[in-house]
């Protein structure tokens, strides 16, 4: 038995320590915001936070979760950066087959939690992980702007 | 203009009472063509007359005044899951916050009003549902309207409708008051539709009814899909296609901890699982040996080679005028040039999954599917069971853009397979790299064109020979799109081109070679390389006659008012001829595509090889625009899917296996490669197209031609990756 604190609550998972946080998450406790896209790290579907770092949740094993606080896409209405992100998503209408933006929030989320005020080159920086097949991207861009404007 | 529709005389509306309380409105088209996989007998070809069940309806109105619109198409990504609601809303005056929406089920009364089988694709929706939808709507007021005036004992005439309510005077009763009486009424035989003028809901932005759920992680795609005793399937598949289990070796899989059953099923091997870690372990672990067959020795470069010779005859004839070797012959000058795309996956971002749940007499499907009725089939056919046994829960899709609409039914047949096999629910979920490696591609082509031209510098004789797989071999489609052996959309946007048709003197021939890799249409289907193709040889022919890009296909288009509408309002939005920043310079391209015309423009810079887009300004002209802005999304969309393709997207093979197999290596669009973009919308009166595709085949060509602007070189080979390097 493992204990993770997902969303502030203490889960105890019949896993093994090398799950990937994505599979615990989806699979076992069933919190299906979180994405799986590509399993290596490389489209950022499954963003999640760990003590509020944005982290690939599908390459990340539950042992390195321990002691640590994972946040979910679930968690972000209780997160005050969260809340002015999914706003500011609303407000500029991201979203079109919307599988990729659990993991786009979190990012962006993160983004803003350490960076009040990203120029464009820190979104790229903090955002190009995130795959987007959609292509939301000017989007994406306006909404972090807009959510910087309104936590400023 | 007020349309009066006599339903009747193309659709059979039923109006009945929920079990529950209310209104359902359903429509049928009994008399539409219907397409059924072979071997499946047409069991509700005779739907007129018989109940329709309550789930098989278009909108809803519950007491406690919920509308519930059905949706006939899936929603993956394309706001069809507000666009439909608009257009019943729209009639119904209807209360925008009460709206739900649902997906269909897989029936009869939801088949395509122009494709013939339950589908979404073409960017055909919102043309093709334009009336369907809007009657529904139009015909739910009529019978709602018509309970008040019998409870009120006033006449019709001195009714209104506004925001969920009928209004008489200062007394107001709500929809969900009204709809149990509704449903007692006999349903009319004609409705009159609203003026366009009177429209308060058609033609405005309107946000997406499904950005909420998105937005929380609420939303429930396919992925996502969880009950008690569900299993996790992985299945290994032959590392070429057409590979087949010769042997396998399951004692290290079934030593993973949770892995349940591994077994053989028609598509390879399936390792059945408590969850996807456990049985991607247990997939790792096991030990397949395959006989390769005859694909072992595909390989790009050789089938390069070989479509180049190919190239070098006439294929079958897909259009001919005029006396081409005359005309030729007096040319003052000839372009010969040829172009090549590869292959491209979809990828969309949701890998593919399907759950199967088989009961006895039964089965129930869950997943994201653009064509659920095929689906419905295909299980039906594995199960020995009849179509309407088999019930589609169609989920939202993380991504489609044509590969989840599969006449095969690949994905869904082989999850009824494993379920089938394991004996319990199962949910099969491919990996990202069994999703590159999966085929069902844009098939490769290669284009091969020869044109004269006149003193002017004007086309007078274009020989254009094309090669490459067909897409509707084999599918439904294939009665109506294949002709004397040319597979119509192989050669569209080539032989109904308007720059090919305007030439007098035109011959387009068309090879298609048999080769064993899966094909699909990828979005934008054969637009996605003739378009690159037609746009970049107009733009060498233009620089070859000295003549500025846009002015040159004026000059051509000057009987094609939608192309130069498209053409004339992105050049005035990006400045066309006006200066730019230093390295930075233009290319333009426009092309029709699914009833639509789009013109893009992009601003590109290279250095040292290194391609940059900084701006790409869209203008489209698709008639009517319903909602706006997710017109404008869609052109955004696009242009990221299209550059994505452009710049860096192939798949390729080596000794009968692709050689790419994830992100890292079949590479798209992303965020630091995004461009400004600017949509502009063709104020127009024209007939309806699309808008999920067209803005996609324009814009590899405008970077190109951007790209010859910038270096003189020209670019006749996608991706271009580092050609200029």
New interface residues.
């Given amino acids: 038995m493992i204990t993770l604190n997902i969303n502030g609550k203490d889960v105890q998972l019949d896993a ?1 320590e090398d ?2 946080i994505l ?1 615990a998450l ?3 406790v ?11 790290a ?2 950022g ?1 499954c963003t999640v936070h760990l003590d509020g770092q944005a982290i690939r949740s599908c390459v990340t094993p539950i042992a390195a979760a321990v002691g640590k606080k994972i946040s ?3 968690h ?2 209780n997160d005050k950066v969260g809340q002015a992100v ?1 706003a500011a ?2 407000a500029v ?10 993991g786009q ?1 979190m990012a962006a989320t993160a983004l803003l939690t350490s960076n009040q005020k990203p120029t464009d080159e820190d ?3 903090a ?15 306006a909404a972090i702007h807009e959510a910087a404007n309104k936590l400023a | 203009m007020n349309s009066h529709l006599n339903i009747s005389r193309r659709t059979f509306i039923k109006a009945t009472a929920l079990a529950v309380g209310g209104l359902v409105i359903a429509f049928s088209t009994p008399n539409a063509k219907r397409f059924l996989l072979p071997g499946i007998a047409n069991a509700n070809a005779s739907e007129e007359g018989k109940k329709l069940p309550t789930p098989n309806a278009f909108l809803r109105v519950g007491t406690d005044n919920t509308l519930t619109v059905m949706l006939a198409h899936s ?5 069809i899951w507000t666009t439909l609601p608009m257009l019943i809303a729209e009639e119904l005056d209807a209360d925008w916050s009460k709206i739900k929406v649902m997906h269909a089920p897989a029936a009869p009364e939801y088949i395509h009003t122009a494709y013939g089988i339950q589908i979404t694709g073409g960017s055909s929706t919102t043309w093709s549902e334009f009336d369907r939808y809007r009657q529904a709507g139009a015909l739910t007021r009529a019978l709602l309207v018509s309970a008040a005036a019998n409870k009120l004992g006033v006449a019709v005439e001195s009714l209104k409708t506004e925001n969920g309510f009928v209004i008489s005077g200062d007394t107001k009763i709500s929809y969900g008051d009204l709809a149990e009486a509704a449903a007692k009424l006999e349903t009319p035989k004609t409705v009159t539709l609203k003026a366009p003028k009177d429209w308060k809901i058609i033609g405005k932005a309107t ?2 009814l ?12 396919g ?2 899909v ?1 009950f008690d005793g569900l299993m ?1 399937a992985m299945v290994a598949r032959s590392p070429v296609f057409g590979g087949t289990v010769k042997s396998f070796d399951a004692s290290a899989s079934k030593k993973i ?1 949770g892995v349940h059953q591994v077994l053989q099923v028609p598509s390879g091997v399936a390792v059945i699982a ?4 456990a049985a ?1 372990q247990g997939r790792d672990a096991l030990k397949v040996e395959w006989d390769l067959g005859k694909n072992a020795s595909l390989d790009s470069k050789a089938m390069l080679v070989e479509f180049r010779k190919l190239a070098n005859t006439q294929g079958l004839t897909a259009a001919s005028m005029g006396d081409i070797k005359t005309a030729a012959a007096k040319a003052s000058k000839t372009l010969e040039a040829e172009y090549s795309l590869p292959y491209l996956a979809h ?5 593919l999954n399907c759950t199967v749940k088989i009961s006895k007499d039964a089965c129930e499907i869950w997943t994201g599917t653009q064509m659920p009725g095929t689906d419905q089939q295909a299980a039906a056919k594995i199960l020995g069971l009849k179509p309407e046994q088999v019930t589609m829960h169609t989920l ?6 044509g590969r989840r609409a599969n006449p095969a039914a690949d994905f869904v047949s082989e999850a009824v397979q494993v379920a089938k096999a394991a004996g319990v629910p199962v949910k099969t ?1 491919w ?3 069994d999703d590159v490696k999966g085929g069902y591609y844009r098939p490769m082509y290669l284009h091969k064109a020869k044109i004269g031209v006149d003193a002017k510098g004007l086309p007078v004789a274009w020989e254009h020979v094309a090669v490459g797989q067909s897409i509707m071999l084999g599918t439904p489609f294939e009665a109506y799109q294949i002709k004397d052996g040319v597979d119509a959309t192989s050669v569209e946007g080539v032989a109904d081109s308007p720059y090919v048709k305007g030439t007098p003197n035109h011959h387009v021939s068309l090879h298609t070679p048999k080769i064993g890799v899966p094909v699909l249409w990828w979005r934008s289907v054969g637009h996605s390389h003739s378009a690159f193709v037609m746009e970049s040889l107009i733009d060498e022919l233009a620089h070859a006659a000295g003549r500025d890009s846009l002015d040159y296909r004026r000059q051509i288009l000057k009987d094609h008012p939608r192309h130069l509408a498209a053409l004339n309002l992105a050049a005035e939005k990006s400045g066309w001829g006006k200066p730019l920043a230093k390295g930075v310079f233009r290319g333009i391209a426009v092309h029709e595509s699914f009833g639509s015309f789009v013109t893009q423009v992009a601003e590109v810079s290279v250095d040292k090889g290194v391609v940059k887009v900084h701006r790409m300004v869209c203008a489209i002209d698709c008639g009517l625009s319903v909602n706006p ?1 997710s017109l404008k ?1 869609q052109m ?6 299209g550059l994505g393709a452009a710049m860096q997207s192939e798949v390729t093979f080596k000794d009968g296996m692709v050689q790419q197999s ?3 290596d079949y590479k ?7 461009p ?2 600017e949509v502009y919308i063709v104020q127009s009166t024209e007939k309806m197209g699309g808008v999920g595709e067209p803005g996609l085949p324009p814009v590899a060509p405008a970077v190109t031609n951007a790209i010859f602007a910038a270096t003189g070189k020209r670019i006749r080979t996608l991706p271009i990756g580092d050609q200029l390097v």
């Avoid at chain 1, 795959?131 to 861009?141: N, Q, V």
């Avoid at chain 2, 499904?210 to 795609?221: L, Q, R, V, W, Y």
């Fill in positions: 093994a799950m990937p599979w989806r699979d076992i069933h919190l299906t915001g979180t994405k799986f896209g590509c399993g290596m490389l489209c579907a979910t896409i679930e972000m209405q999914q998503w609303s209408d991201v979203v079109q087959c919307g599988y990729c933006q659990s929030i979104i790229d920086a955002m190009s992980g995130n795959i987007c097949r959609c292509g939301t991207y000017p989007r994406i861009r | 929603e993956m990504g394309q706001s946000k997406r499904d950005g909420p759920e998105k937005i929380n992680g609420t939303a429930m795609f992925q996502d969880h996790t901890k408590d969850n996807y870690w991607k990828s969309p971002m949701e890998p939202f899709l993380g991504g489609g853009f979920v990996s990202r790299e802005d999304a955004e969309s696009s242009i990221s899917f994830n992100f890292h798209v669009m992303r965020m630091n490669e995004m400004k973009v």
